[in-house]
């Protein structure tokens, strides 16, 4: 130690370089925050070098601040701060959420009103459509039923006039052809004898219709002059042709024939039990000429 000089002296001007150094203004902006270490190095100026502390207390104070790093003294600068607490940040967080969110949800409010007005436009205008396209729907099957019951009224009529046209009509069936060019007249005529009408029968048409087969002959078709004289040979026609290998049957229409064909059993079975029914006319009658259901009575 030198004498006369005063103590701690030596020490003190280590000390000013040393708080200098270590206690410069941080290049860091902190707002109008003082910075702890230029408040410390302020102190250090004010009181000027003429100041002097003792040794002990120097050297701990230039340990101290030699020992704190910048990221120290930054947390440390942070914490003497009064920001706001973290509830309010996350109460403002919430808050400005919230109001982003009810935002959004009133956009989406909006934007799904339009969408929903549209689609109900749609709909009524698809409802509209429906109700148009189920009404010409309706219409046309009722014109669809009426044109129905026209085309059967019409097919019956179309019978009835085919029946009508056939009333002076009847068939030899199985009688085997001669040739070709054979007198279908003449055949009938000599070989189809009814003694109490034979005679006075006039024969208008007489032809075989259809090609036929070997073990089916063409049928022979016979038209006569009145439907009276028909009626007789229909009713003679059993017990003249008794003994022949052909037979008479009326000339049916195509309708007729299936209808005679589809009860053809049940007539016959009646006709057992003592219930005598006559197919003419395009149905299975009694004998009044009433029509006779064998299901239920339509």
Not at 73 to 97: G, I, K, Q, Y
Not at 113 to 118: D, F, K, L, P, S
Request: charged letters at 30%; a positive charge.
């Amino acid at each position: 130690m030198v004498k006369g000089r005063p103590l701690g002296s030596k020490n003190k001007s280590k000390l000013d370089h040393t708080t200098q150094t270590r206690l410069r203004p941080s290049t860091r902006s902190h707002g109008t925050d003082l910075d702890p270490r230029d408040s410390g190095r302020a102190t250090h100026s004010g009181e000027g070098d003429s100041l002097e502390s003792p040794s002990g207390a120097s050297s701990t104070l230039t340990q101290l601040v030699a020992g704190l790093s910048d990221s120290e003294l930054d947390l440390r600068m942070a914490s003497n701060a009064e920001p706001a607490s973290w509830r309010d940040a996350f109460d403002a967080f919430r808050t400005s959420l919230c109001k982003e969110l009810e935002k959004g949800l009133e956009t989406l409010e909006k934007d799904l009103g339009a969408a929903i007005e549209q689609l109900d436009v749609r709909v009524l205008s698809v409802g509209t459509k429906q109700e148009e396209h189920s009404n010409g729907l309706r219409r046309a099957a009722a014109e669809i039923n009426i044109f129905r019951s026209e085309v059967a009224f019409c097919r019956e009529e179309v019978n009835r006039l085919e029946r009508q046209s056939r009333r002076c009509n009847f068939r030899v069936v199985g009688h085997a052809g001669k040739s070709p060019e054979e007198d279908c007249a003449s055949l009938v005529r000599s070989q189809i004898t009814f003694p109490s009408i034979t005679n006075t029968v006039e024969i208008e048409k007489c032809y075989r219709e259809g090609r036929g087969q070997p073990n089916k002959p063409a049928h022979i078709v016979v038209r006569v002059a009145s439907h009276e004289h028909k009626v007789d040979i229909m009713k003679q026609r059993r017990n003249a042709l008794k003994d022949c290998p052909f037979f008479i049957v009326d000339d049916l229409t195509k309708r007729d024939l299936a209808e005679k064909r589809r009860w053809a059993s049940q007539a016959k079975s009646l006709w057992g039990s003592g219930v005598k029914l006559r197919f003419y006319s395009g149905r299975w009658r009694g004998s009044l000429g009433e029509i006779y259901y064998f299901g239920p009575n339509p």
